[in-house]
């Protein structure tokens, strides 16, 4: 996958997107229930992010029954996950990362089962909108 640094950095802009990413980076997967419970947001609202880091190459998406859960593309370079790294520890040193764990952790009906994802699937492939307005459309 090639991602270029001014699309990431355009993703990163939103706070919510930064926080969903950092989250992302360090978990396995998170549906999108745990995703707005930690960053106490609208669901909606974390949708139209997840969607939009979806269509950028950023993040693929998995259905368990009603579910959709999220993970960081397997594609993404290390680059963009060591800029992650080093953004997850900023928000860590403002204690802002802290809180957010406390939510996910204290979600009361987090899932126990995790999809399979389907990685480099040429469907999801050619689901991927082409960049646009993606991450201005707030």
């Known amino acids: 996958m090639t ?10 802009a939103d706070g919510t997107r930064l926080r969903a990413l950092v989250l992302l980076n360090r978990e396995t997967s998170l549906c999108v229930c745990e995703l707005t419970a930690a ?35 397997l594609g993404l370079p290390d680059w963009a996950r060591g800029a992650l790294d080093q953004l997850a520890d900023g928000l860590r040193k403002t204690g802002d990362l802290a809180v957010i764990d406390q939510r996910l952790r204290g979600f009361p ?8 994802f ?12 082409a960049v646009g307005n993606a991450v201005r459309s707030e």
């Open 39 to 73: 960053l106490d947001v609208p669901q909606p609202k974390m949708s139209r992010h997840l969607a939009a880091l979806r269509s950028l190459g950023i993040v693929e998406d998995a259905r368990i029954a009603n579910r959709v859960f999220y993970r960081l593309d």
């Open 109 to 116: 009906t987090r899932p126990g089962e995790r999809p399979a």
């Open 3 to 12: 991602i270029e640094p001014d699309t990431l950095i355009q993703a990163l």
């Open 118 to 129: 389907r990685s480099a699937d040429s469907v999801a492939e050619a689901g991927r909108s």
